[in-house]
């Protein structure tokens, strides 16, 4: 193995490793100076701006309503880019595919339900079975008791913009309000969002901060597994192992992540696309997010994994809480895209930090590992990188396709 750690120090480590509180447009009431205000988060932090000013007579429990029922609306909204129709096994009356269609279709009466709610009559009140149209007829209810035509207007301007925020974002264009859809995980892919990731990787093959902050996750998760799987190929050449063993084998220089970026690598090397690999890891783990079993077939193996860990495992030895309990799924059921986009750039580094030990010098005839200054390191290390670089675009546009 040629070299040392030094070549794995090359370049800074863009990633930061924090969970993430995971929401939508956020709206509170600023009780001193009576604001109903709107927050979302951008990737890059949060923003927020007023919405309305609410008369000195509102009652502050109805203007806490009103922000709550515009929270629920606006989830219920973003459910809808999140879950959309197309990442549902069918569309057949009363399937998941189904019920996401009518949520999306039900876009078209949020306005209306805003300005006519259905009210109680009688002791009796309609209730919608459609999410998206209960959650705008709750946010009309909450306007129809503060009784003010004015900010109900107000709110009308507002929803509508959270309407085409969404739909941008279907559309793939992340700019303006949509692109608190940075901070969400989707169960499918935007080819544009896929494309403009790859655009970013093919500026810079290890990742940027940037498809964190402009990029759907789970599309640049797509990309990455494309470049991770022409970093692995680069690697797998130089040190002379199998491409899906690179991130193994560069744990010993640097501490990665190791399972899930290797997994990725074994199914890409079987011959699934990297769309389909992300989006079934992604999926997988929404439905866990949702208390449900994501493969009923898989059960008895996982039941089975569990129990031989849990014998093995002698009282004082492992924490029940341990990194190597048996994981229903690979990914954060709390943040399952970012997550994985998180481990396929480090599997990237992991590429990079292997090739960087392993590569000849342009002077073959030097010893490598005697004392270098500064300056040389420096160049060393340039060096390595720019070749790293090429070397993986390179090979992802040779092997473009897998995009497609």
Not at 53 to 61: G, I, Y
Not at 177 to 203: G, H, I, K, M
Not at 268 to 289: H, K, Q, S
Request: charged letters at 25%; glycine letters at 4%; hydrophobic letters at 40%.
């Amino acid at each position: 193995m040629g070299g040392n750690s030094r070549a794995g120090a090359s370049g800074e480590r863009h990633l930061a490793r924090a969970g993430r509180i995971v929401a939508v447009t956020i709206y509170a009431f600023d009780e001193t100076r009576r604001l109903l205000i709107r927050t979302w988060d951008t990737g890059a932090g949060c923003v927020a701006s007023t919405v309305a000013e609410l008369a000195e007579s509102a009652v502050l429990d109805d203007a806490l309503h009103l922000a709550n029922a515009l929270t629920g609306l606006s989830r219920q909204l973003w459910r809808t880019y999140t879950h959309p129709a197309s990442a549902a096994a069918s569309l057949e009356t009363n399937t998941e595919g189904w019920r996401r269609q009518g949520d999306r279709d039900a876009f078209d009466t949020v306005i209306d339900a805003l300005k006519s709610p259905n009210l109680p009559q009688d002791g009796y009140m309609i209730q919608s079975y459609i999410p998206v149209e209960e959650a705008a007829h709750r946010v009309g209810r909450a306007l129809h008791q503060l009784c003010n035509p004015a900010l109900t207007e107000q709110i009308v301007t507002d929803v509508q913009d959270e309407l085409a925020a969404v739909e941008h974002a279907e559309r793939g264009d992340l700019t303006g309000r949509a692109r608190q859809a940075v901070c969400l995980t989707r169960a499918d892919a935007s080819p544009l969002q896929v494309a403009a990731a790859d655009d970013l990787f093919r500026e810079q093959p290890t990742g940027s901060q940037k498809l964190f902050t402009e990029i759907d996750p789970t599309a640049a998760a797509v990309a990455a597994a494309h470049w991770l799987q022409a970093a692995a190929d680069v690697a797998a050449d130089v040190a002379e192992c199998d491409p899906a063993d690179v991130v193994r084998e560069a744990d010993d220089i640097e501490a990665l992540a190791v399972e899930t970026p290797t997994h990725v690598l074994e199914r890409l090397e079987a011959g699934e696309t990297p769309r389909e690999v992300v989006l079934d890891l992604i999926r997988t783990a929404m439905t866990v997010a949702e208390g449900r079993i994501a493969d009923l077939e898989a059960l008895p193996d996982l039941i089975e994994d569990a129990i031989t860990w849990s014998e093995q495992s002698r009282p004082g030895e492992e924490d029940a809480l341990a990194t190597s309990q048996p994981r229903i799924t690979l990914l954060d059921p709390a943040r399952p895209a970012h997550d994985l986009l998180e481990d396929l750039l480090d599997g990237i580094h992991g590429c990079h930090l292997l090739y960087s030990s392993y590569s000849d010098n342009d002077d073959e005839d030097e010893d490598i590992d005697r004392d270098l200054d500064e300056a040389e390191i420096e160049e060393l290390t340039e060096r390595l990188d720019a070749q790293f670089a090429n070397a993986v675009r390179t090979e992802a546009a040779a092997n473009q396709n897998r995009l497609a």
